[in-house]
């Protein structure tokens, strides 16, 4: 039986993608979709084959959501926290896919991401469980990179900063921080078409607007074009970032691990647009070598793929702007770390957008889809 699968947040920045690449899938055929809205019902959808789907419903109705058999949201945690519980009360027994983080802790949720947990996702299924959430984009990312070594429980810690895209934070923060960059060319535009005009005053000037009350800063805050933010998600009061947190408590719970592989470091928001980077040094609980290492980690799934460790390759492949609407997950810069024979280093990039949220919740939703 076609299933009816109801969107919400397919305007968003995960959203959008999701749609887009079940376009490029084919996807919409196997389905009868249907989209919601928390500001936009009774307009216009998206255009999907040609076909323009009109009259978009309330997503805060709970009778229109009831006749649901799927629900993927890309909406937020928010809406999430809002919708579900009532939703479950009402002893809707639909499957809830998810992009926000809220379910993900939750003992009867599981966190997708099939090229690592194919397996318990299955068996979750066939079990009744109903509630599916896609991971940390960070995490995501950094199992796909990585999956063979933690397949073979190589790793004992892993040392983490990652580097992570504007719009990680959704798409009112990609047009902030693109207002920003266009605020900095600006004020300098006339002066960099100057060739005898001092850099000085160039970084002067640059320097004062970013400082300005008239710098857009409503959703970020602080200025990030020309700058970074070394602080991501809430304060959990620990002195980790939420996002900090999500890296050990998400990675352990896909691979449902016996022995806690420690995961921690620092997330930093930068001003690339798309595609979050992880620059990584993690300690094994063997002596391998590197050639060894380097074939677990690109026998592991068809996406990741190997970047040597020489100066051409690795900035022009290792990076958001060569990555970016890919499913590719380069990892490069792997090398024996001289703080000794056991430690690594590697960095790794991936579209979060794509592996790090829309593409496991696309593949899940294919999964219920041919039940
Ligand atoms: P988002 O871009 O802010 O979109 C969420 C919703 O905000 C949209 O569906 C839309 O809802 C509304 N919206 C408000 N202004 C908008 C605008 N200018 N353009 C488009 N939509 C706008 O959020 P997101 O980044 O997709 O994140 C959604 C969820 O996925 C969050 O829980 C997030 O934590 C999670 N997630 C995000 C990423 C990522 O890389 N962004 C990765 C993994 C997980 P209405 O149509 O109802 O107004």
């Known amino acids: 039986m076609i299933k009816s699968v109801g969107f919400i947040g397919w305007r968003g920045m995960v959203g959008s993608v999701l749609l887009n690449r079940m376009i490029e899938e084919n996807d919409f055929l196997k389905i009868t979709p249907h989209f919601f809205s928390t500001s936009q019902f009774g307009k216009d959808g998206p255009t999907i084959n040609n076909t323009v789907f009109k009259n978009v419903k309330d997503a805060y109705n709970l009778s229109l959501l009831e006749e649901m058999d799927i629900i993927v949201t890309c909406q937020g945690g928010f809406y999430t926290d809002t919708i579900y519980p009532k939703l479950r009360k009402k002893n809707w027994n639909g499957y809830w896919i998810d992009a926000a983080s809220t379910l993900r802790v939750k003992n009867d949720s599981v966190i997708v991401l099939d090229p690592i947990n194919l397996k318990a996702i299955k068996q979750a299924v066939d079990n009744g469980i109903k509630t599916f959430v896609g991971s940390n984009c960070t995490v995501s990312l950094m199992l796909m990179a990585l999956g063979g070594l933690f397949q073979q429980k190589l790793i004992e810690w892993i040392s983490v900063s990652t580097y992570q895209a504007a719009s990680g934070a959704g798409a009112n923060y ?19 078409s100057n060739d005898f005009c001092s850099i000085l005053e160039i970084t002067k000037k640059v320097t004062k607007i970013i400082q300005d009350n008239s710098f857009p800063l409503k959703h970020f805050s602080v200025p990030l074009a020309g ?11 620990t002195g980790q970032s939420r996002e900090e947190w999500k890296g050990q408590f998400e990675t352990n719970k896909i691979l449902d691990s016996k022995n806690i592989v420690k995961i921690d470091g620092i997330c930093v928001r930068i001003s690339s647009i798309r595609c979050h980077s992880q620059s990584i040094l993690m300690k094994l609980n063997k002596n391998i070598s590197l050639k060894n290492i380097e074939e677990i980690i690109f026998n592991h799934n068809q996406w990741v793929n190997f970047i040597p460790n020489n100066i051409e390759e690795t900035i022009s492949k290792l990076t958001p702007s060569a990555v970016t609407g890919t499913l590719n997950i380069p990892v490069g810069r792997l090398r024996k770390s001289s703080i000794g024979n056991k430690y690594f280093s590697a960095f790794t990039v991936g579209d979060q957008l794509l592996w790090g949220a829309a593409e496991p919740l696309r593949r899940m939703l294919n999964l219920l889809t041919n039940i």
Request: glycine share 6%; hydrophobic share 45%; aromatic share 6%.
């Open 227 to 237: 700058s970074l933010i070394p602080w991501i998600d809430s304060d959990i009061g």
């Open 174 to 192: 990609v047009i902030e921080l693109l207002k920003q960059m266009g605020s900095l060319y600006n004020i300098v535009s006339e002066d960099l």
